[in-house]
């Protein structure tokens, strides 16, 4: 039986090159600031969703993960849903969509949308993950310049390093995310001399980390070690167990000697590193300096019991007969900033979400067995580094953020749908099934 001409002109030419570049790209452009669709990044996005769908690969791999799709699908409408409903309770069902709420719900959308190209990326196998991780470490490359200009507004905000993010907080969860894919990039390379070129970069990465002075991510970074060390002990690779960390400490502890001393970063991140083991080691919350999560955090929280349905993307809420307006909180918690959007279903749904990819990443990581594996190695790092990121952004708001989105997503491809081995992709694409990992 003859082909349709577009698939048969597809079947003449691999695309699995073509991809591996894409997904560096997109890597690459995510260090660039967040916001909606039309940017670059974005375009790349779509333009990989699309290639990876007319790929042969791609269309196995949908084929093979359909019942797990359908239920991601089932799962991330029903947070859409409530959002919309939401929308449509707070407004009276007169909904006057402004530019922002509008921009509000392309974003969600695209979220959706981009959660989905990540998984079924890093599904496709260890050398699709490869290109994405080179990317992504690759990428801070464009911060550089910020050594040379210290004025507020280019890299810096209020002295601390904010990257292309304009927002120090953000900009510290995402250089978090780098360099833990970076360790997993550096325990995947075989060869010493391989190791050492790789670790001035994580140098600069950890100065990055520290001049963002940006608590989140100081404290999510210990759980991703721990997380690396018992991995490795659980392998019985007790010297990796040991190197890991000293790479860390000694990562750091360079970092912190070129911190700029004409915005006087030493002393404010040395004193803010200190005030933040004072009040964790006491159990004194309350006493870490200029936060103010122990305000937000239960103002929210009072505000979504008040509104259980959520109250869309409004940021007011307007007058009934019986209550007069009241304008909707910030939380500085992505799990309260749902809560707030589609209530406590798409609450309950995204922590639904959560749970499933958690209890197969935790599968991964607690696997037991012995010997080097690259793909096993940047597969524990990625989902090391989305749990360090969830992490982060429970002091931020970061729902509408596409790296969010992409992270989990990533995470989702690792360790929930069945992927191919590292020579999985090019077998499928000539006809023949690669291993497929349950």
């Known amino acids: 039986m003859k082909r349709p001409f577009f698939t048969a002109l597809l079947g003449r030419y691999n ?97 959706v949308y981009a959660f989905f190209a990540a998984a079924m990326l890093a599904a496709r196998g260890t050398n699709n993950l490869r290109f994405l991780s080179m990317g992504i470490l690759c990428a801070p490359l464009v911060i550089l310049p910020a050594y040379g200009n210290l004025q507020e507004g280019v890299f810096i905000s209020g002295g601390r390093l904010s990257g292309n ?26 060869k010493s001399w391989q190791r050492a070129l790789l670790f001035p970069w994580l140098v600069v990465l950890a100065n990055f980390i520290l001049w963002s002075a940006s608590r989140a991510a100081w404290i999510a970074l210990v759980p991703a070690v ?66 103010n999560h122990s ?17 869309g993307f409004a940021s007011v809420v307007p007058a009934r007969s019986s209550e007069p307006a009241e304008r909707v909180p910030e939380s500085n918690n992505s799990l309260l900033e749902i809560a707030t959007y589609g209530g406590l279903c798409a609450l309950f749904l995204f922590v639904f979400l959560l749970i499933e990819v958690a209890r197969r990443a935790w599968g991964v990581l607690w696997e037991r067995g012995e010997g080097y594996s690259e793909s096993d190695r940047l597969s524990v790092a990625w989902i090391i580094a989305g749990g360090a990121f969830l992490m982060d952004i429970f002091f931020t708001q970061a729902f509408l953020w596409r790296h969010t989105w992409f992270i989990i997503g990533a995470v989702t491809g690792v360790a929930y749908l069945k992927t191919l081995s590292a020579h999985g992709t090019s077998a499928l694409s000539t006809g023949h099934h690669g291993n497929l990992r349950q």
């Open 165 to 190: 993010f304009q927002n120090p907080i953000i900009f510290g969860a995402w250089m978090l995310v780098t360099f833990v894919i970076g360790l997993g990039v550096m325990m995947s390379l075989r």
């Open 15 to 111: 695309f699995d090159t073509f991809i591996r570049w894409l997904a560096a790209g997109v890597g690459f452009f995510l260090v660039f600031r967040k916001g909606g669709s039309g940017r670059l990044p974005d375009a790349l996005l779509v333009l990989l969703g699309l290639v990876m769908i007319a790929d042969r690969t791609g269309m196995e791999l949908l084929r093979q993960n359909a019942g797990r799709l359908k239920r991601l699908a089932f799962i991330l409408c029903g947070v859409v849903f409530f959002v919309v409903l939401a929308e449509l309770v707070n407004s009276g069902g007169n909904i006057i969509l402004g530019a922002e709420t509008y921009t509000s719900h392309i974003r969600l959308v695209f979220s």
């Open 295 to 311: 305000m937000t955090v239960p103002n929210a929280s009072g505000f979504v019991l008040r509104h259980p349905l959520g109250t």
């Open 226 to 291: 721990i997380a690396f060390i018992l991995y490795f002990i659980r392998k019985n690779e007790f010297r990796s167990a040991v190197f890991l960390p000293l790479v860390v400490t000694v990562a750091f502890a360079l970092g912190s000697t070129f911190l700029p001393h004409e915005v006087g970063m030493k002393r404010f991140v040395a004193a803010r590193a200190v005030n933040l083991t004072e009040s964790i080691v006491t159990l004194h919350l309350e006493r870490i300096g200029s936060q």
